[in-house]
């Protein structure tokens, strides 16, 4: 069993910067296909970016979301700048232990319970 804790989300002005943090127990990161997804009210689940030997990364973040990746604090990152208003929402940190499609949702079993981003303009 997985499990996954999100933190560092906030509220920040049109052009700010935040970095997510997913602290992940129960298996090594090593063993896990990882991604980052967000979600607004009404809208289905969207794939940010995700790593496992390489990073994948929406189009609508690319350039400005970095993901990362840090084995010995078995943590996940996302590095946030130049935030959007349209990058608001709650942002989830999902793990799989087999194989998936980087960013789609419903390949991934294991879900962390979300941190609440909101950028203004």
């Known amino acids: 069993q997985v499990q996954l804790v999100e933190s560092g989300g906030g509220s920040v002005q049109a052009g700010g910067s935040l970095r997510l943090s997913c602290a992940a127990s129960?298996?090594?990161?090593?063993?896990?296909?990882m991604a980052w997804f967000r979600q607004t009210p009404g809208k289905a689940r969207e794939g940010v970016a995700a790593?496992?030997?390489?990073?994948t990364y929406a189009n609508s973040v690319k350039g400005r979301f970095t993901i990362s990746r840090d084995t010995a604090k078995n943590t996940l990152y996302l590095q946030m700048v130049d935030l959007k208003p349209e990058d608001t929402g709650t942002y989830y940190c999902?793990?799989?232990?087999?194989?998936?499609?980087?960013?789609?949702?419903?390949?991934?079993?294991?879900w962390g319970q979300g941190t609440q981003v909101t950028v203004s303009s």
């Open positions: 999902a793990a799989s232990t087999v194989w998936v499609v980087p960013l789609s949702p419903s390949d991934y079993n294991y």
């Open positions: 790593a496992f030997g390489t990073t």
């Open positions: 129960g298996n090594n990161l090593r063993s896990l296909y």
